[in-house]
């Protein structure tokens, strides 16, 4: 079993930045894929980033592109998502995600292929 706790989320004004956290708990890390999803209101959850754990491959949702970065730091058992440019259409409970299955990048946006998952942390931007 894998436990994961999102935080850093909270209310920004558009333009700004936040930088959401992950925390693993229960199974080696650095074995895990993680990735992060996001869900409107009045929308499905949606891919957002992941990465890999053997090569710390990224990949991204085309929204987050050049916005968003994904990392992780395996030694704090953490993973990040850095977002800049927060425009309103972010707004959204953001979730974070783990497998321990060695997904290649187009997989990733499956969340059928992620077996653990955060509650999420809500993002507002305001306008």
């Known amino acids: 079993q894998v436990q994961l706790v999102e935080s850093g989320g909270g209310l920004v004004q558009a333009g700004g930045s936040l930088r959401l956290s992950c925390a693993a708990s229960g199974r080696t890390f650095s074995s895990l894929t993680m990735g992060w999803f996001r869900q409107a209101p009045g929308k499905e959850r949606e891919f957002v980033a992941a990465?890999?754990?053997?090569?710390?491959?990224?990949n991204y949702a085309d929204s987050g592109k050049g916005r968003f970065t994904i990392s992780r730091d395996n030694a704090k058992n953490t993973v990040y998502l850095r977002m800049n440019t927060l425009k309103p259409d972010d707004t959204a409970v953001y979730y974070c995600?783990?497998?321990?299955?060695?997904?290649?990048?187009?997989?990733?946006?499956?969340?059928?292929?992620?077996?653990?998952w955060g509650q999420g942390t809500q993002v507002t931007v305001s306008s």
């Open positions: 990465i890999g754990w053997s090569d710390y491959s990224t």
């Open positions: 995600a783990a497998t321990s299955r060695n997904l290649g990048l187009g997989q990733r946006r499956r969340q059928d292929l992620y077996d653990y």
